[in-house]
């Protein structure tokens, strides 16, 4: 479908929306910026054939997405409705973020520095933590849904795209195939477990670890010696460092076994942060209690001798 003819097909729906230019590609689908009739700037993509072909529910996939109204934009890059052209193309709306995913700046760099990426990395798992305590768990967080906003700001997109097409009828290998979601998929959800915080709590882990290592993670020893690696050639000790937290944070999150992970995203994030500095008590308390200590060693000595 041209732009031409998706711009005749939204028009004939009544829809809101003003194609604002030609579609680009993406893994998702024909990705098209828009502006609704009050100024607000979204982003419309038709979905891929080959993401619509196996979808056996599509009104399923249109009701769990919502048919939220276009005044409530939201949070940036969020999903906010989907609907059907008369042709049976499918698209979803969401809002732009201005910025680059992380995929994008992979492509371009092949990797990130621990330092540059601990950045991310704190910022990526708030966000998470922001939409678990909202709707219960992202579901499809890879380097395409992690947007490097300009302002140095962290969104997570499409969030509850995943539950969506489960509902629709594709299994979790099916979106990992048509998504190229496979490299960060929890093991779990291969065997039909449905998606949780821990499962993006893995999928989070296995996008910070090929971000830092250029590459994804394989699991077991090869993982955490690839990752030892990359941080000794950062020049900066590993351990007792932040780099440091970084690793064992990570190779944490990407653990097989869901009960090995972090729980949540909130534990996650406070195992980014630096270890706080013992309290030592002061010197003056300790001198007054040696001093009570010795009187009365003293006064124990006069009572024996005398």
């Given at each position: 479908m041209s732009h031409e003819d998706f711009a005749h097909a939204l028009r004939s729906l009544?829809?809101?929306?003003?194609?604002?230019?030609?579609?680009?590609?993406g893994v998702l689908g024909t990705e098209f910026s828009a502006t609704v009739h009050d100024g607000t700037s979204v982003t419309i993509i038709r979905l891929h054939d080959r993401i619509v072909e196996p979808m056996r529910d599509v009104d399923a996939f249109v009701r769990l997405l919502g048919s939220r109204s276009h005044t409530a934009v939201?949070?940036?890059g969020g999903l906010l409705g989907a609907g059907v052209t008369p042709a049976g193309g499918v698209f979803v709306?969401?809002?732009r973020v201005a910025g680059e995913?992380?995929?994008?700046?992979?492509?371009?760099?092949?990797?990130?520095s621990s330092s540059d990426l601990l950045h991310i990395a704190t910022r990526s798992v708030s966000r998470l933590e922001e939409h678990c305590g909202a709707?219960?768990?992202h579901g499809l967080v890879m380097p395409h849904t992690v947007v490097l906003g300009t302002t140095g700001v962290v969104v997570l997109r499409w969030g509850g795209l995943f539950a969506a097409l489960r509902a629709a009828g594709l299994s979790a290998t099916d979106i990992a195939r048509h998504l190229e979601f496979?490299?960060?998929?929890?093991?779990?959800?291969?065997?039909?477990d449905k998606e949780s915080v821990r499962s993006d709590v893995f999928s989070?882990?296995?996008?910070l670890y090929e971000a830092l290592t250029g590459r994804p993670p394989f699991g077991g020893r090869t993982t955490s010696t690839v990752m030892a690696a990359v941080l000794a050639d950062d020049g900066q000790p590993r351990e007792e460092t932040r780099t440091g937290l970084l690793r064992s944070a990570i190779l944490r999150a990407i653990e097989r076994d869901p009960d090995d992970r972090w729980p949540n995203a909130a534990r996650f994030r406070e195992a980014l942060e630096p270890i706080p500095v013992s309290v030592v008590v002061p010197t003056k308390k300790r001198s007054g209690c040696l001093g009570v200590a010795a009187a009365g060693i003293a006064l124990v000595l006069w009572s024996v001798l005398r």
């Open positions: 009544d829809a809101p929306y003003l194609l604002d230019g030609t579609g680009s590609g939201g949070s940036p709306v969401a809002g995913t992380l995929a994008e700046r992979l492509a371009r760099e092949g990797s990130i709707d219960g768990c496979g490299s960060y998929l929890a093991p779990e959800l291969v065997t039909g989070l882990g296995a996008t």
